[in-house]
């Protein structure tokens, strides 16, 4: 029994290793189902001195109205929305910003890489989800949120297949 566990500390601790140093993005699918997803997915990133924007987005709440009515929200603001309704994304594009950055749309990780965006969420389809932060510590965070919430078919991202390809949540 102690060599199992010694086994899979050492492996864990080679996951870690590994995603600390490489990881950019992670790509997972979350249940077809009204519930907090975002907040599931982005609990415990430090998002305080940020604003959040939504671009393209279907978010819906239970009555049929859209979760969000602006394109751009105070860190505060965006939390307590994704906190505090069940809702049911069929597609968003979530980015996060330093509370003076310039926001732009962005549509690959050449774009992301060079703007001042920190933090891109795509929701695609009602169930995939993919996330690239400029931050190791963010996408660690995240990480441990999906494996808490038993997301699946979880996937790190190491590198971009093409900087230049649109991104697209989906899976291979």
Same mark, same amino acid.
């Given at each position: 029994?102690?060599?199992?566990?010694?086994?899979?500390?050492?492996?864990?601790?080679?996951?870690?290793?590994?995603?600390?140093?490489?990881?950019?993005?992670?790509?997972?699918?979350?249940?077809?189902?009204?519930?907090?997803? /975002?907040?599931?997915?982005?609990?415990?990133?430090?998002?305080?001195?940020?604003?959040?924007?939504?671009?393209?987005?279907?978010?819906?709440?239970?009555?049929?109205?859209?979760?969000? +009515?602006?394109?751009?929200?105070? =860190? *505060? +603001?965006?939390?307590?929305?994704?906190? !505090?309704? =069940?809702?049911?994304?069929?597609?968003?594009?979530? *980015? #996060?910003? /330093? !509370?003076?950055?310039?926001?732009? !749309?962005?549509?690959?990780?050449?774009?992301?890489?060079?703007?001042?965006?920190?933090?891109?969420?795509?929701?695609?389809?009602?169930?995939?989800?993919?996330?690239?932060?400029?931050?190791?510590?963010?996408? !660690?965070?995240?990480?441990?949120?999906? #494996? =808490?919430?038993?997301?699946?078919?979880?996937? /790190?991202? =190491?590198?971009?297949? +093409?900087?230049?390809?649109?991104?697209?949540?989906?899976? +291979?």
């Amino acid at each position: 029994m102690k060599s199992i566990i010694k086994v899979y500390f050492l492996y864990g601790l080679i996951i870690y290793s590994f995603c600390k140093v490489y990881m950019i993005g992670i790509k997972f699918r979350i249940e077809n189902e009204y519930n907090t997803v /975002l907040e599931k997915i982005l609990r415990n990133v430090d998002s305080i001195k940020y604003k959040w924007c939504i671009f393209d987005d279907e978010v819906y709440i239970s009555s049929g109205e859209s979760l969000f +009515d602006n394109d751009e929200y105070s =860190n *505060q +603001d965006f939390k307590k929305i994704i906190s !505090e309704n =069940n809702y049911y994304p069929v597609f968003a594009t979530v *980015q #996060l910003y /330093l !509370e003076n950055g310039k926001i732009v !749309e962005i549509e690959n990780y050449s774009q992301f890489t060079n703007s001042d965006c920190q933090l891109i969420l795509m929701i695609t389809d009602n169930e995939f989800v993919e996330v690239y932060a400029k931050e190791k510590i963010v996408l !660690e965070t995240i990480h441990q949120n999906v #494996l =808490n919430h038993s997301f699946t078919d979880i996937k /790190l991202i =190491n590198e971009p297949k +093409d900087i230049s390809n649109r991104f697209f949540a989906s899976f +291979d």
